[in-house]
């Protein structure tokens, strides 16, 4: 009975515990914004470590082959749903509480390369996390960000860059206790990694408005 309740206590501090993470203007001034009412947004992941890969290249062919050699086709459909979610939730949910934080400083971001400043960013680290707990451990999904402020017309010409660490998700996925599942969607880890870029997204909206003040 001793060892229940210190799981559920356990996991009442986990699914509660601060989401803290660290985001700063690196170096350069990003006030050549003001007055700008859009700016670019564009997305790198050519240097993204993946968990305990160094490369993204070396986590999709693990993952790719250990599920082809169980299931002929599946790790294809894991990669491109891994792929996709890029596009189709990572980048959307970055934007969505970018602009949220944004709008108070009279910005907008998406991807618009007629905007006269571009918002580059370079995905340096994800974790996908294991949103399970047993024995009240759990490990959350994270990512890792260097953001650099352009001139679109000279992405070369870096003005500002904001470095943010540790992003965690927004709010925590339904866990599992002991093992037993609470909810499927805790295992989806494009879900969990896109929670991870809304976070991101409200933080550097909030920064760059704090700063064009």
């Given amino acids: 009975m001793k060892t229940l309740s210190i799981v559920f206590i356990a996991t009442f501090l986990i699914l509660t515990s601060a989401n803290g ?69 990572f980048q959307p949910a970055f934007e969505e509480d970018f602009n949220k934080q944004a709008e108070d400083c009279g910005l907008a971001g998406k991807s618009d390369p007629s905007a006269k400043y571009t918002l580059l960013l370079h995905v340096t680290f994800v974790e996908q996390g294991v949103e399970t707990v047993v024995m009240g451990t759990a490990k959350s999904a994270s990512v890792d960000m260097l ?9 070369d010409k870096v003005i500002a860059t904001i470095e943010v660490d540790g992003i965690k998700p927004k709010s925590t996925p339904k866990m599992s206790v002991g093992g037993v599942s ?19 997204g409200k933080q550097i909206g909030k920064l760059i408005c704090k700063n064009l003040k």
Avoid: H
Avoid at 147 to 155: G, N, R
């Fill in 21 to 89: 993470f660290s985001q700063k203007l690196k170096s350069g001034d990003i006030k050549v914004l003001k007055g700008e009412k859009m700016i670019n947004l564009a997305y790198d992941y050519g240097k993204m470590a993946v968990g305990k890969f160094a490369t993204e290249a070396e986590y999709l062919k693990k993952g790719i082959d250990d599920r082809n050699a169980k299931e002929p086709g599946s790790g294809d459909a894991w990669a491109s749903k891994w792929n996709e979610g890029k596009t189709e939730k």
């Fill in 147 to 155: 953001i650099d402020l352009v001139e679109t017309s000279a992405p």
């Fill in 182 to 200: 609470v909810s499927k969607t805790a295992y989806d880890p494009t879900l969990r990694i896109a929670e991870c870029f809304e976070s991101a």
